[in-house]
Nanobody, 121 residues
Framework: QVELVESGGGLVQPGGSLTLSCAAS????????MGWYRQAPGKQRELVAV???????KHADSVKGRFTISRNNAKSTVYLQMNSLKPEDTAVYYC???????????????WGQGTQVTVSS
């Protein structure tokens, strides 16, 4: 059983920054792609960013240039550095892992509990 635990969310003013972390249990972390999704109230969950096992990344157009996904395989942790935050970034952020196709399309079989990010003045 794999457990994913997100942290780092909170309340931040527009233009501010936050770094989310997702720690995974188990030794299989490095073999898989990792992704961040978010879900705003009343909206569907959407893909934010993906990082492959080899470190290749892809970011949604809405966050490109502002958010950066990275991973530390030694710590079994994936990060999401979020800069220049906007009110429309307000959502619950979730991490997931799986094959590249899984993470890009629907997410993997395992999800964290989510961490709330609120951007407001």
């Amino acid at each position: 059983q794999v457990e994913l635990v997100e942290s780092g969310g909170g309340l931040v003013q527009p233009g501010g920054s936050l770094t989310l972390s997702c720690a995974a249990s188990g030794s299989i972390f490095s073999r898989y792609a990792m992704g961040w999704y978010r879900q705003a109230p009343g909206k569907q969950r959407e893909l934010v960013a993906v990082i492959t096992s080899g470190g290749n990344t892809k970011h949604a157009d809405s966050v490109k240039g502002r958010f950066t996904i990275s991973r530390n395989n030694a710590k079994s942790t994936v990060y999401l550095q979020m800069n220049s935050l906007k009110p429309e970034d307000t959502a619950v952020y979730y991490c997931t892992f799986g094959t590249v196709v899984e993470v890009f399309t629907t997410g993997g079989d395992y999800w964290g509990q989510g961490t709330q990010v609120t951007v407001s003045s």
